[in-house]
């Protein structure tokens, strides 16, 4: 069993104040809960914890402000669905990997507010960086040369992935939106995806219909897929419907319109210009968040 279990955490009303970030407390409770969650998911000992869950939650603090001040939120559902692909990743329920959690005297609330945090930056560095993020026909070149020399005396067959062409379809449902409106607009969802044959003749369908919002995604291949969503598009067939699920604007669904397999050429180039990209991307991600800590007032009690 991955977690094992340790004594429950005090109680926060027992906490005290170990950190003021910018008007808002970090407390003893807030950090012992972090460190407990590092502890049970790296394996560091409790002082090398106690410090990282810290410093974690001071980010975490800026983060989400700076995230309010460039108008990003995440919503529940979001959270949600990042949860529940850490659970299916450790091969549990999301249920299960609730009780789990505070098996181990963790409060799942404690990963979900990370997640969260994490969720609001990914897409505040996107916004903030994507113009900057720049990778050279060069760089891909040699690491696709350097992937080469590699496995130059490995025998492995040429790698296959998928490529899909995709639009999303939602049925906008405003956020004060009674349970029985959201159960209509589901309903109205499935009759949609039940009639929906092809992309030709379902998305003018769908763009006739009342608050019902079409936009195309283009063509994805499968590893720039979302986790949660991989599996769901690889099920669905050619001119169908994934099942519908609930996001921020309301009941999405994603039509698969074309899926074509791409050689190992195309996909390896893409895959090291995601890779390239995502450690640009975290250079630039750790210089904004020392500038946040730069201009915030941290008190240390």
């Known amino acids: 069993m991955l977690l094992a279990t340790v004594p429950v955490p005090r109680a926060a009303a027992q906490s005290s104040i170990k950190v003021i970030v910018a008007d808002q407390a970090v407390t003893s409770y807030d950090i012992g809960q ?21 410093e974690e939650l001071i980010d975490e603090v800026l983060k989400l402000r700076e995230a309010r001040r460039m108008g990003i939120s995440v919503s529940k559902s979001e959270v949600d669905g990042a949860f529940a692909s850490i659970a299916s990743r450790v091969k549990l329920s999301p249920q299960n990997l609730a009780g789990a959690l505070r098996q181990a005297g963790v409060d799942p609330e404690t990963l979900r507010n990370r997640l969260k945090a994490e969720l609001a930056w990914q897409q505040l560095v996107r916004m903030r960086f994507r113009t900057e993020v720049q990778i050279s026909e060069t760089d891909i070149v040699n690491a696709l040369q350097k992937q080469k020399a590699d496995s130059k005396d490995k025998e492995n067959q040429p790698a296959v992935s998928i490529e899909y062409e995709l639009q999303q379809v939602i049925f906008v449902v405003p956020a004060k939106s009674t349970g029985a409106f959201k159960t209509q607009r589901k309903r109205e969802a499935e009759t949609l995806r039940k009639s929906f044959t092809s992309c030709e003749q379902g998305v ?33 067939e050619v001119g169908r419907l994934t099942p519908p699920v609930d996001s921020e604007r309301g009941i999405q669904m ?11 050429d195309i996909s390896a180039r893409t895959a090291i210009e995601d890779d390239l990209r995502q450690k640009e991307g975290d250079q630039l991600s750790r210089r904004y968040i020392q500038e946040l800590r730069r201009a915030a007032v941290i008190v240390y009690k």
């Open 204 to 236: 003018p369908q769908a763009r006739t219909l009342s608050e019902v919002v079409v936009k195309s995604i283009g063509f994805r291949l499968e590893t720039e897929l979302p986790p949660d969503m991989k599996d769901v598009i690889g099920k669905t």
């Open 34 to 54: 972090r460190a407990r969650l590092i502890t049970l998911t790296q394996r560091k000992n409790s002082g090398a914890a106690t410090r990282e869950a810290q």
């Open 254 to 264: 994603i039509a698969v319109c074309k899926k074509r397999e791409i050689k190992s």
